[in-house]
């Protein structure tokens, strides 16, 4: 049975198309067969992050209105077979499709017998919000811990319960072990407490996805980077697994020991 | 020079995250609560309040703010309800 899930955040910026890319790559190495859909239509970048921006010929917007067929655009990953990409329009904006053809999509997709389909959300709450959430069986939110991406994530959130879309999970990216130790970042306990909601997972912050995006390759399949680890332990709790939270305490950078050293 | 950058350093650290969550709680209290929720507990307030008193009911007000640190030490949004009373019913 497919399960679509789609990955939204209110705010731009906070790490929604990192972590369908990485999601999405994670699931496959698992075994899973996965699409992972854009739809940030006129604006897309997942491609660009999972590293496909050249093999792009076919998009969503040739799905929806009938130029080509469901599987003519749907990109096959480099590294997994099990893996592929359908990218957004570039040339067109968000009203170019609706929930609707959304919907009548992810029904497509159904068919092909997928196990997950990862839904790239666009920032905001107006049309290509609303497409996003049309087909999908469940929701992801991501947010950093941040005042306004909290309080975007708590809109979100509101919206999606009110399209049917009920207890959504949220990721926590970004977070700084240090900064929340000095009691300068709000911990995972303070945002769930806020939001009221389920964590699927955190994050930490990671220099390795600055790397990765320039390389067009997930943090997913780095087995040295933590942020790569922490998406890892999502991926398997997607499936079904129980996997602890990952102990950001630990990893104490440099600049972390040098600042402990004069006390501040 | 150097102590007074340490200064500067440490004062500027280790606080600012209950600042962030008390911003937080009260805006999202008022992003969450919209106009016909404060005109519905306007209504049932008026409701229960006409049974001891007479108060101005066009000049009652209603409103969340941000309180002074309770006795915790944390903020919280609280519900304020102005009325004026013109008369209170002897029983």
Not at chain 1, 94 to 115: G, H, I, S, W, Y
Not at chain 1, 133 to 156: C, K, L, N, Q
Request: hydrophobic residues 40%; neutral net charge; aromatic residues 6%.
């Amino acid at each position: 049975m497919t399960e679509i899930i789609v990955v939204t955040s209110g705010k731009g910026g906070v790490g929604k198309t990192t972590t369908s890319a990485n999601l999405g790559t994670g699931l496959a190495m698992q075994g899973k067969k996965v699409a992972m859909i854009d739809a940030d239509i006129g604006l897309r970048n997942l491609d660009v992050i999972v590293g496909l921006e050249n093999r792009i010929v076919y998009d969503l917007i040739d799905v929806v209105e009938g130029h080509c067929r469901l599987k003519q655009a749907l990109i096959k990953d480099k590294r997994c077979d099990t893996l592929f990409l359908m990218p957004a329009a570039q040339t067109k904006d968000k009203d170019a499709v609706t929930p609707e053809q959304m919907l009548k999509l992810c029904n497509a997709l159904r068919e092909e017998e997928f196990d997950y389909v990862i839904i790239d959300c666009p920032a905001g709450i107006e049309q290509g919000f609303r497409n996003a959430i049309a087909g999908a069986d469940r929701a992801v939110v991501v947010t950093t811990p941040e005042v306004s991406a909290v309080r975007d994530a708590d809109r979100i959130i509101g919206m999606l319960n009110a399209n049917g879309l009920g207890s959504p999970k949220l990721i926590l990216n970004r977070i700084r072990p240090q900064l929340v130790k000095k009691g300068d970042m709000m911990s995972v306990e303070d945002v769930s407490e806020i939001l009221a909601v389920d964590i699927l997972g955190i994050v930490p912050d990671d220099e390795n996805i600055v790397v990765c995006a320039n390389k067009g390759e997930p943090a997913v399949i780095n087995s040295n980077s933590p942020a790569g680890q922490a998406y890892r332990n999502i991926v398997k709790r997607i499936i079904g697994y129980e996997v602890p939270f990952m102990d950001l305490e630990k990893k104490e950078g440099f600049m972390g020991k040098i600042k402990k050293l004069f006390g501040a | 020079m150097l102590f007074n950058f340490l200064d500067f350093i440490r004062k500027n650290s280790g606080e600012s995250k209950q600042v962030a969550k008390d911003r937080l709680k009260m805006v999202i209290m008022n992003d969450r609560v919209n106009m016909q929720l404060i005109e519905d507990i306007k209504y049932d307030i008026i409701g229960v309040i006409k049974n001891y008193m007479e108060i101005d009911e066009d000049n009652f007000q209603i409103s969340i703010r941000q309180s002074s640190n309770n006795a915790a030490g944390t903020k919280m949004p609280v519900l304020f309800a102005d009325f004026p009373i013109k008369k209170i019913y002897k029983n």
